[in-house]
Nanobody
Framework: VQLQASGGGLVQSGGSLRLSCAAS????????IGWFRQAPGKEREGVSC????????YYADSVLGRFTMSVDYAKNTTYLQMNMLEPEDTAIYYC?????????????????????WGQGTLVTVSS
């Protein structure tokens, strides 16, 4: 089981980035999938999650309207489109997955509920 995240980098405030996360060893169809981030000195937080159990999607208030999460089930890949980036979005971004039985918010509210994790990709937003 492996999750491989990519797409991070350095961008100016107001810019955009698209993160990708490809899964191998399992399929996304029967999993919840999430993007999390951890800034220096802060706890890991849920950014966006999708649950295949009911198709629900969750976004953290801080990214609502700026970030869009999508899943290409045919490619077993998830994406996080990040627009209007702010310096406060600077963090290591991780993709994660779990066998799904609950709504998306259930997974995004506690990163301990996800079983599989990618290695993380660094996003730095300069002011």
């Amino acid at each position: 089981v492996q999750l491989q995240a990519s797409g991070g980098g350095l961008v100016q405030s107001g810019g955009s980035l698209r993160l990708s996360c490809a899964a191998s060893g399992f399929i996304f169809d029967d999993h919840a999938i999430g993007w999390f981030r951890q800034a220096p000195g802060k706890e890991r937080e849920g950014v966006s999650c999708i649950s295949s159990s009911d198709g629900s999607t969750y976004y953290a208030d801080s990214v609502l309207g700026r970030f869009t999460m999508s899943v290409d089930y045919a490619k077993n890949t998830t994406y996080l489109q990040m627009n209007m980036l702010e310096p406060e979005d600077t963090a290591i971004y991780y993709c994660a997955a779990a066998i799904t039985h609950h709504l998306a918010h259930y997974y995004c509210s506690d990163y301990g509920r996800l079983n599989y994790w990618g290695q993380g990709t660094l996003v730095t937003v300069s002011s």
